[in-house]
């Protein structure tokens, strides 16, 4: 009998320790860095033929919530995109360069309200998984946008064109037409 009071005690410990970490992960972020380079493939939607090998290069800070936005501050690049590698993803003082509501944010580079709009990036958490839609640019220079008939997408950790179509097809956001959509 002379155990259970200590059992008791640990559980206790263990609960609290469960009830501040919780508290922690609801109010705070969790920040991880991140710099790595990520093998892709650019393919077209209308082009079956189409598709490019390159290299996603993220350099930076991912703020991870447990309800809330994530947050990403620091750069992407791709290295096939001359403005990519040139300027950075726009920030302001204060305000991440990203902030990806259900995983879903705009990417434009160049100083702030004179960036350009380069695409649209959808991902899973800690940049698990990565489509980006090109936007193709319109006349006024300052961005475009994305044609669904033969638009181009960057697919991160694939290697071929259907390797892309079904990491595409494992997400579904506001921003990515239905994968069926594309098979037409």
């Known amino acids: 009998m002379k155990g259970t009071g200590k059992v008791k005690k640990l559980f206790d ?3 609290a320790i469960a009830i ?3 508290l922690y992960l609801l109010f705070f972020p969790v920040s991880v860095p991140i710099n790595k380079t990520i093998p892709a493939v650019e393919i077209s939607i209308g082009d079956k033929s189409y598709c490019k090998p390159l290299n ?3 350099s930076g800070t991912y703020h991870w919530r447990l309800f809330f936005t994530d947050t990403f501050t620091g750069n992407i690049q791709f ?3 001359e403005m990519t590698m040139e300027q950075t ?3 302001t003082r204060n305000i991440p360069a990203l902030t990806l509501q259900d995983g879903v944010d705009t990417l434009d580079y160049g100083e702030w309200m004179s960036a350009k709009l380069f695409g649209y990036i959808s991902c899973k958490p800690f940049f698990r998984k990565i489509v980006v839609q090109v936007c193709e640019p319109d006349p006024s220079g300052r961005g475009g946008s994305w044609n669904t008939v033969d638009g181009r997408c960057i697919v991160a950790k694939a290697t ?3 390797e892309a179509l079904k990491i595409i ?5 506001y921003k990515l037409p239905p994968y069926e959509y594309w098979l037409r």
């Open 13 to 15: 410990y263990v609960v």
């Open 56 to 58: 996603i290069i993220i």
């Open 169 to 173: 097809k494992s997400f579904s956001n």
């Open 160 to 162: 071929s064109r259907e």
């Open 89 to 91: 993803l726009e920030q």
């Open 20 to 22: 501040i970490a919780f």
């Open 79 to 81: 290295d096939i995109y």
